[in-house]
């Protein structure tokens, strides 16, 4: 069974907000459109967003990190928000486990944003349905895409590559092994949803870099004395070398 | 939790109708089963009328709860999973049963269906019987649909369903009395009794649940939540300036005195005040009967709202601070 999800690394995640806006921009225009805003240029503008880029300073000065955290839908395994929904417009998908709401179905009763520990759903102030991040399944299985670009919108925006999207029920997929190796890990854990979207941690990389890797200490010109030298006159074997 | 006004006058409401249908319909069967003296007059239909405009009263209340009201008939699909869906069959189950009795009444075509010994069971008596057990789904889906969401630890409780239970039926026996007087008929000290005993039993209850959800500490922490492991995490910024749904829908801007003085105002209008009024009432002060249903009724409200505020989602912890 396929289960199509994210790993967000948090390693090298910047905050740039670049999935963010190309969030925003693709699915205010696609099929999970629109995504109104209120009050977009004034001071205190609010809308619809499936992703946003918290910001948290762990750690006392000076001794803190900034630990930019993309939010988005999980798109738990077992998703508490879908068996809640009276009417079923909120449903898992079987065939690669994205969580989807059917707007057309949607009353708007708000229960299924209740039953979701991680606050991943919100209504859309114009069109009164519950909205929440697609994976961008209007891109994934576009034809009409060049292959590379069959993937969610906020993994191509990333300057930083700190998105990686895949399958995670394939051991061999990127996403996979960048949760294996990397240490990946789900959020709140204590509930037992099983969110298919990972994270990784951050994590100190350090090389050990010695002398000997800088400067050769066996130089065999520096421990050596110069080599036998022909006399200048003389032909050499090589018709060139004169050392 | 934000309080959502529409579903407190849904559920205070219909928690209200349902207690006095099952006031009058088990009033019938005590007077029946000759557990009671029968009193001249009957005005069950009455109170079944008055029981279904509270149920539509309700109804009505949440539609506005609704995004897409039109589409509300769609909410009975998933009866297997959601206690919402088995709400949104219950309630109108509730509301057919008890109008067709008081339809039958009214209209004076009843007719005994079959005999238990010496108890005729009529039409009526049948679809009330029907009207009770939708009303016990009802009360049970109710609460079902907060007791269900383990993630609000508060709600999430038997407790919450007794409360529902015992706070629908001791407000609709309040209103019986209420009733009884009125129209001068009916087994007043019946209602009276029971409005007393039920009404201590739900403060009980609540205040049973008051000092559950004093104690109770969520294990969602921002540790968990972001999968840092530092005791020391500060939120800088939540990715929005200008709030956003999350912090609009699950969070609530009443200080802490409000919050105090709801808590204290529902414990004494709702329970304590009533109760001392109940016990004190005869069959002739219509006044403070009214007063005692109106107070109840005030006081579930509020409750209804605190059982909202009190509720601490776990989303909120991502949302600590704007910038």
């Known amino acids: 069974m396929t289960q199509l999800a994210l790993v967000i690394d948090l390693n090298t995640c910047v905050g740039c907000h670049a999935c963010v806006t190309s969030c925003k921009e693709w699915n205010t225009s696609g099929e999970a459109g629109p995504m109104v805003d209120r009050n977009p240029y004034g001071a205190e503008p609010t809308g619809t967003f499936f992703n946003r880029v918290q910001t948290f300073e762990v750690g006392e000065y ?48 708000e229960y299924c944003a209740w039953a979701c520990p991680y606050g991943a759903r919100e209504i859309d102030e114009q069109q009164k349905v519950m909205k929440k991040c697609t994976l961008c399944v209007d891109r994934l299985y576009d034809e009409t895409l060049p292959e590379r670009d069959r993937k969610p919108v906020c993994v191509l925006s990333c300057p930083t590559s700190a998105r990686i999207y895949g399958d995670i029920h394939d051991p061999e997929s990127e996403a996979s092994i960048a949760i294996n190796e990397a240490g990946g890990y789900q959020l709140m854990p204590e509930w037992g949803t099983q969110p298919a979207n990972h994270y990784l941690p951050r994590r100190k990389v350090k090389i050990a870099i010695h ?25 050499t074997l090589d018709d060139s070398t004169s050392w | ?165 015992l706070m629908g039926c001791a407000s609709g026996f309040t209103l019986a009395t209420l009733m009884a007087v009125a129209t001068a008929a009916g087994p007043f000290g019946y209602f009276c009794g029971m409005a007393i005993a039920l009404t201590l039993a739900a403060s ?74 109940l016990i004190i009432v005869d069959e002739g002060s219509l006044a403070l009967c009214f007063v005692a249903v109106l107070l109840q009724f005030l006081g579930l409200l509020v409750e209804r709202w605190y059982f909202f505020i009190e509720a601490e989602h776990p989303q909120n912890v991502y949302y600590q601070m704007i910038s």
């Open chain 1, 211 to 235: 002398e000997e890797d800088l400067q050769r200490v066996d130089n065999p010109l520096r421990k050596e004395d110069r080599g036998p030298r022909a006399p200048s006159t003389r032909t």
């Open chain 2, 204 to 277: 009980l209850s609540r205040l049973a649940s008051l000092s559950r959800n004093r104690r109770l500490r969520s294990p969602t922490t921002l540790q968990s939540a972001i999968g840092v492991h530092h005791p020391t995490i500060r939120q800088i910024a939540q990715g929005a300036m200008g709030g956003s749904f999350n912090t609009r829908a699950f969070m609530h801007s009443y200080g802490p005195t409000v919050v105090r003085m709801a808590r204290r105002g529902f414990l004494l209008s709702a329970f304590l005040l009533p109760l001392l009024l």
């Open chain 2, 1 to 165: 939790m934000k309080p959502a006004f529409s579903v407190i006058f849904l559920t205070t409401l219909i928690g209200a109708g349902q207690g006095l249908f099952l006031a009058y319909y088990s009033a019938e069967w005590l007077v029946a089963l000759n557990m009671l003296a029968a009193t001249p007059g009957n005005y069950s239909a009455h109170a079944a009328l008055l029981s279904f405009i509270l149920m539509t009263a309700g109804l009505v209340a949440s539609f506005y709860h609704l995004g897409h009201p039109e589409r509300a008939w769609r909410a009975a699909a998933m009866w297997r999973t959601s206690w919402l869906s088995r709400e949104v069959i219950a309630l109108p189950s509730a509301m057919a049963a008890v109008l067709v009795f008081a339809l039958i009444r009214f209209g004076g075509f009843d007719y005994e269906v079959f005999s238990l010994g010496k108890v005729s069971v009529s039409l009526s008596t049948l679809a009330g019987f029907i009207g009770v057990l939708a009303i016990v789904a009802l009360f049970t889906c109710t609460a079902m649909i907060y007791a269900s969401l383990k993630f609000l630890r508060q709600w999430h409780s038997p407790l919450t369903v007794l409360n529902f239970f």
């Open chain 1, 62 to 109: 000076p001794h803190t990190q900034t630990v930019h955290f993309p939010k988005s839908c999980l798109h738990c395994e077992d998703p508490p928000c879908v068996p809640v929904c009276p009417t079923g417009a909120s449903y898992k998908r079987p065939e690669d486990g994205i969580v989807l709401v059917d707007y057309d179905k949607c009353i708007g009763c």
